[in-house]
């Protein structure tokens, strides 16, 4: 007998169908198995093949490595230290970077100095006595308080040589004035000074001295001392030397009287260029002895007008705790002149 069934309703686990034989219908409940629905994967579009690319770690940025480069190529040592300081706090990362550059500015600005200094130190030794002297010759006017009230004129010189070890100065100035034909300043000195440079910083020194000054008494002074100074500071731009020791000095007075005393010496010698056109000098000296004391101290601004020319205010202080009688203890100058060195 042949069987038909026709599935009525599918579920997932039931299936009803009917089926029908030749003679009679009949209605048969069956259990089918039924495939599970397909998996589908939600993924996103996979990304497009990126090549790997060979990369070198950080470089510094080229506007501060080409700021750091037209630094270094001046003389200006601090300059480039504070630029190497800042470059390195705003760039952090490339910092080994910085201070490569740096060291190699430092390597080169020694390797500079050491051919400079070598080169020197052969002119030096192959210069006679009369060579390698630098020098300044100085013209002007000046007022006077204190014994004299009155303007005139002034002159100076002064020669300096620089050695291995040796170092010679000579100085020269005149102040000279006439009120009505009356002769109302004649003041003359003048001075040589060697140093020999013992160690860093230590030298010993020798100095001779002549001055003549009619109106605080004297027609002749001569000076002999020797000591030893110390360099407290000999950096570019800034010189600061201190000088002491023992001296021996002869006065010839305008009434007649010669005398000799022992004393000490100290000095203080103070430059400082400001910038390329404006330097400050401090002078400044005291003979104590037991009969006389001398102190003076001479103020100098000098300001650049053209190459070698300079114009300079000065002021000086001589005071004599015992001068002859008739004399005033304190005199000054006030001084205007042009200077010019070579």
């Known amino acids: 007998m042949t069987k038909h069934c026709r599935i009525l309703a599918a579920l997932p686990l039931i299936t009803f169908a009917v089926c029908a034989h030749a003679q009679e219908p009949a209605l048969e409940v069956g259990l089918v198995p039924v495939p599970p629905p397909p998996l589908v994967l939600d993924l996103a579009d996979y990304p497009a093949y990126v090549p790997f690319v060979a990369a070198g770690p950080p470089r510094l940025p080229q506007p501060v490595r080409a700021m750091l480069e037209a630094g270094m190529k001046t003389d200006d ?78 002159g100076a010189a002064k020669l300096d040589r620089k050695g291995i070890n040796w170092e010679h100065m000579l100085q020269a100035r005149a102040d000279y004035q006439e009120d009505r034909g009356q002769v109302t300043r004649s003041q003359y000195s003048a001075s040589y000074q060697p140093r020999y440079t013992l160690d860093e910083g230590f030298f010993t020194y020798g100095r001779a001295q002549f001055e003549r000054d009619k109106i605080q008494g004297f027609a002749a002074r001569y000076s002999l001392a020797a000591g030893l100074g110390y360099r407290i500071l000999d950096r570019p731009g800034m010189t600061l030397a201190l000088e002491a020791g023992p001296a021996a000095r002869h006065v010839n007075y305008v009434d007649g009287l010669d005398t000799t005393t022992w004393s000490t010496l100290s000095s203080v010698d103070f430059d400082w260029t400001l910038n390329p056109t404006i330097k400050l000098t401090q002078d400044a000296s005291a003979y104590v002895g037991s009969d006389n004391s001398t102190f003076t101290s001479l103020t100098g601004l000098e300001a650049g007008m053209a190459k070698g020319l300079k114009v300079k205010l000065s002021y000086s202080i001589e005071h004599e705790t015992s001068p002859p009688p008739g004399a005033l203890k304190t005199d000054t100058i006030s001084r205007f002149s042009l200077l010019y060195g070579f």
Do not use: C
């Not at 100095?113 to 630098?134: C, P």
């Open 77 to 154: 040592s601090a300059a480039v230290s504070a630029l190497v300081k800042f470059a390195i706090q705003t760039n952090p990362y490339d910092k080994d970077e910085i201070r490569d550059l740096h060291r190699a500015y430092n390597d080169r600005r020694a390797r500079e100095l050491a051919a400079m200094t070598a080169a020197k130190i052969a002119r030096i030794r192959a210069s006679g006595v009369l060579e390698l002297w630098e020098g300044q010759v100085e013209m002007g006017a000046f007022r006077s308080t204190g014994n004299t009230s009155n303007f005139g004129v002034t």
